[in-house]
Nanobody, 128 residues
């Protein structure tokens, strides 16, 4: 059974940093693109970051560009989202996702529809 488990969320103040982790089990995703999405109350799930299979290419939402960094450790079957300079508007449930599309990695992986497996999410709350 494939599982993606996010961790590292919490309550922080504006300007603080957090690092989210997403550990995969049940299969290896070392050849697969991975993504991070978030969903705030009353809003649709939105793209945050995507990372190619080897971490060589990344895409970010404009709202997080320059503040968030995605990385991965394929030996640990884990992806990370380093979040710096957090803002109250970053408050959301953060989800990691794995794609089964191992074709060319393009900005199409900013779409929710590219991803097959999803974690249960981890809450990030940023107070002002």
């Amino acid at each position: 059974q494939v599982q993606l488990v996010e961790s590292g969320g919490g309550l922080v103040q504006a300007g603080d940093s957090l690092t989210l982790s997403c550990a995969a089990s049940g299969r290896t995703f070392s050849s697969n693109p991975m993504g991070w999405f978030r969903q705030a109350p009353g809003k649709e799930r939105e793209f945050v970051a995507a990372i190619s299979w080897n971490g060589g290419i990344t895409y970010y939402a404009d709202s997080v560009k320059g503040r968030f960094t995605s990385s991965r450790d394929n030996a640990k079957n884990t992806v990370y989202l380093q979040m710096n300079s957090l803002k109250p508007e970053d408050t959301a449930v953060y989800y990691c996702a794995a794609s089964t599309d191992v074709g060319r990695f393009t900005d199409s992986f900013m779409s929710i529809y590219k991803y097959t497996y999803w974690g249960q999410g981890t809450q990030v709350t940023v107070s002002s």
